[in-house]
């Protein structure tokens, strides 16, 4: 089944203690994303990458990392969780990075506290 | 400052009734449209693209105004299972970053 996929689903950590959240694909897609979702607010960007090796900041990327080494990986990784990092992330990917043209497939979100 | 703005709602419609609501947008650059489905707590989905003529998918409706930078979505005969929260998508071609709506929420009762 084609799809993306996301851990931990959902996650309580504490301030400072660095943690790694998991994004695969199995479409072969080029272009993955992170994205952070809060009340009243639309998707927001955090970081994207168009293809192997190659990554970019999005609109939100302070206090995030990234890398994609592989193409159906895409971690996401909080070096030092802070509180205002609570909230719901997505990766999506698409078939290329022209996303006028490729729809965004999105995995289940994993939800993320941080006290 | 890029933005798109929906009226967050909720919008609380009988079944089968028609329901309608706008997403507008800052940028007149913007090249591509999309309307994305995100049930409570899931991800969103693409519903359906936007394209200058207006299109339809069933019973769904999308329609692009560029002179008033708005698109708009129509659901006919709503259902129960429509109930679910409606993002508008705007793409700027120049850096292929997708700029989302914070949503509608639509609440179709029995």
């Known amino acids: 089944e084609a799809q993306v996929t996301q851990n931990p689903r959902y996650l309580i950590t504490v301030t400072g203690k660095k943690l790694t959240v998991t994004c695969s694909q199995n479409?072969?897609?080029?272009?993955m994303s992170w994205y952070r979702q809060d009340p009243g607010l639309g998707l927001r960007q955090i970081y994207y990458s168009m293809n192997v090796e190659v990554t970019d900041k999005g609109d939100v990327p302070e206090g995030y990392k990234v890398s994609r080494k592989e193409k159906r990986n895409f971690p996401l990784i909080l070096e030092s969780p802070s509180p205002n990092q609570t909230s719901l992330y997505f990766c999506?990917?698409?078939?290329?990075?022209?996303?006028?043209?490729?729809?965004?497939?999105f995995g289940p979100g994993t939800r993320l506290t941080v006290l | 400052r890029k933005e798109v703005e929906q009226d967050p709602g909720p919008f609380n419609v009988p079944e089968g009734a028609t329901v309608a609501f706008n997403c507008t947008y800052s940028n007149s650059a913007s090249q591509s449209f999309f309307w994305y489905r995100q049930d409570c707590r899931k991800e969103p989905k693409l519903l359906m693209s936007?394209?200058?003529?207006?299109n339809e998918d069933g019973r769904f409706t999308a329609q692009l105004n560029r002179a008033s930078q708005y698109i708009s979505l129509l659901i006919r005969d709503s259902k129960l299972s429509d109930s679910a929260t409606y993002l508008c998508v705007v793409n700027e071609d120049s850096n292929y970053q997708l700029i989302w709506g914070a949503g509608t929420k639509l609440i179709i009762k029995p």
């Open positions: 999506a990917s698409s078939l290329t990075g022209q996303t006028n043209y490729n729809e965004q497939f």
């Open positions: 479409m072969n897609h080029e272009y």
């Open positions: 936007v394209y200058s003529s207006g």
